[in-house]
């Protein structure tokens, strides 16, 4: 095997321990399942919650239009987003979920690098909707009857389930002990606040991308997105996988690609597209944010 063979299976080798260990912040609890490889989410699931909001219906027209000939479709991204949005500071979590969906549809389009770290979300996303329908088997209503009034003075959405909300789901995992404060589990608050910090990595490349100098040339969305980790993820990340996203970041693909994703011809639309993005993610970002902050849950292991 030639040297630049050998330096392509290493740098595989390396993008699929990221891919496992991207959204984990840790190296030495992962690292035998990493060397054994990685264990990809069953897209065939029969239980998962719906993939689109049943409530977009009730927004009226997308804000933005379909994009032909594209997977990833921006305008069905801010649609969920929208709906996501319940009562005064809460999130639903299967419009929250569906959005991730179609984040992913936008993270596999950028190429097989950073689609090795687009699994690992739809892992995380599948661990949510499974808890959901285990939690739909069983016996709610008491649960539900007296936590009511405690729910809409909080700021909760009014409706029913454990898992319609992120302040419903927070609430019941803290009642039913199921999240711990200092060992590593699958609840579903942590597995939230893996795909919360997810989120504002892409908030922020996102912001990034649609930014517009006065003067000077367009930055590479390769060197955003690195930049944008940097200010992000990479807290919570150790330096191996810091280095391995690096090497994800440089196939990125250039800034034209980003026009025909989102149908546009430059970047003044662009910057007109992903403003409305970037807008949408901030609104469930902040709501997110501060329900788990309320709870103490920004640092669960």
């Known amino acids: 095997m030639g040297v630049k063979r050998k330096a392509a299976a290493a740098i595989l080798v390396l993008l699929l321990c990221l891919g496992s260990l991207w959204l984990q912040g840790g190296l030495d609890y992962h690292w035998d399942s990493c060397l054994k490889g990685y264990n990809q989410v069953n897209k065939n699931q029969p239980h998962q919650l719906s993939n689109s909001s049943e409530a977009d219906e009730t927004q009226g027209p997308p804000v933005l239009a379909l994009c032909p000939?594209?997977?990833?479709?921006?305008?069905?991204?801010?649609?969920?987003?929208?709906?996501?949005?319940?009562?005064?500071?809460?999130v639903l979590l299967q419009p929250y979920l569906s959005s991730w969906d179609e984040l992913v549809k936008f993270m596999e389009s950028l190429g097989p690098m950073v689609s090795l770290i687009s699994k690992e979300i739809e892992t995380k996303t599948a661990i949510i909707r499974q808890l959901a329908l285990l939690s739909e088997k069983g016996p709610e209503e008491n649960f539900e009857n007296s936590q009511t009034a405690v729910k809409k003075s909080a700021g909760y959405s009014q409706d029913t389930g454990a898992y319609h909300s992120v302040r419903s789901m927070i609430w019941t995992e803290l009642n039913r002990g199921i999240v711990d404060f200092?060992?590593?589990t699958d609840s579903g608050c942590r597995t939230l606040l893996r795909l919360h910090r997810a989120l504002l990595w892409l908030k922020l490349f996102l912001q990034k991308l649609a930014e517009t100098p006065t003067a000077g040339r367009l930055r590479s969305p390769s060197d955003l997105c690195r930049e944008a980790y940097q200010n992000t993820l990479s807290h919570h990340h150790t330096w191996f996988?810091?280095?391995?996203?690096?090497?994800?970041?440089?196939a990125l693909p250039e800034r034209g690609f980003f026009f025909r994703l989102v149908c546009v011809q430059n970047q003044e639309e662009l910057s007109v597209v992903l403003t409305r993005v970037v807008n949408a993610i901030g609104e469930i970002y902040d709501r997110t944010q501060k329900a788990l902050e309320e709870n103490g849950m920004l640092d669960l292991p």
């Open 69 to 90: 000939g594209q997977n990833f479709q921006v305008s069905v991204l801010v649609s969920h987003l929208l709906v996501a949005r319940a009562y005064t500071s809460d």
């Open 182 to 184: 200092h060992h590593q």
């Open 241 to 250: 996988v810091r280095r391995a996203a690096e090497l994800a970041f440089i």
